[in-house]
Each structure stands twice: as C-alpha cells, then as structure tokens.
C-alpha cells in the first residue's frame, strides 16, 4: 500500500517545484534586462536578479529546515510564462510596445511567484517550521515590492511609450 501524502510532502514538492522556478527566472533575467528598451525596465530587472539570486539561497535555507537536498522539478506553469516571454522578446524586438510586453511577462512571473510564496508561508507556519516561515515572508516581500515597482514603470513611462509611438 502506497504511504498517503501529507502536507509536509505536498510543502516539499512545491519547494522543489519554486526553486525549478526561481533558477528559471534567474536565467531568463538577463536576456529580458539585454532586451528592455528603457533605462528604468532594465535596471528592474538587474536589481531582480540580484534579488533572485537571495531567493534561491533561502530556498536552499528552507530546503535545509527540512533536512533535505535542494533540488528543482519541472516547473510546467513558469516555464509556460518564460516561453510566453521569449515570444514577446521575438516577436516585438525592436518595436515601441516590446517594454510592455516584457513588463506583462515579468508581472505574470511575480504573480506567480507571490502566490506560490504566500502558500507555502502558510504551509510553512502550519507545520511548525519556524524557520521557513521567515524566509518565505522574507522572500515574499520582495516579490510583492517588485510587482509594485513593476506597476510603476508600466503606468508612468512604458505603457505611455508603446501607445505614442
């Protein structure tokens, strides 16, 4: 009989599962940073990847509450949203609305992202891993702060930019 699964397996596939996601992420960062247009959406992303990069190191923190290896599994739904990226990046390369596309892209990752992060907080603080909890909350924050700065370019210079030309 197989064991039955329980939230503490469910919390370490899903850890698996955003530390696929966040290595994803920060290698598709800098082909988005190289392809921005504006000064403003590329310095974003190079602040984010650098941010990222403290995100898989607390993802590796988690992982070590746990007494488990990091390691990543196929993340279908962010590499669903860096292919959509990719596309925008092929498909708009050079134009006036290629900024706002990638802005799309980036939010549609943070929103991912933040869900994800917020779930396994709560996970996290119902399994009793004190610890993680604090990291993930840590880790969310940023996210939700890069989403709001995300919304700022789009809404007072990328958006404006792609409509005028």
Not at 10 to 29: G, N, Q, R, S, V
Not at 68 to 96: F, H, L, N, R, W
Not at 142 to 148: G, P, R
């Amino acid at each position: 009989m197989a064991k039955q699964k329980m939230l503490e397996d469910l919390f370490h596939d899903t850890l698996k599962d955003i530390y696929f996601a966040e290595k994803k992420i920060l290698a598709t960062l800098p082909k988005m940073e190289k392809a921005a247009q504006s000064a403003d959406l590329k310095a974003a992303f190079a602040k984010h990847r650098t941010e990222t990069e403290g995100h898989v190191a607390r993802l590796e923190q988690v992982f070590a509450t746990i007494g488990k290896k990091p390691q990543g599994k196929t993340c279908a739904a962010i590499v669903g949203i860096t292919d959509e990226g990719a596309e925008v990046m092929e498909d708009y390369k050079g134009s006036p609305a290629l900024d706002a596309g990638l802005l799309a892209a980036a939010q549609a990752v943070e929103h991912y992202e933040i869900s994800r992060y917020g779930t396994m907080r709560t996970w996290a603080n119902e399994l009793g891993l004190n610890d993680a909890v604090a990291l993930l909350e840590a880790t969310l924050k940023e996210e939700k702060a890069t989403d709001v700065a995300l919304t700022g370019i789009a809404t007072t210079v990328v958006n404006q930019q792609a409509e005028a030309a």
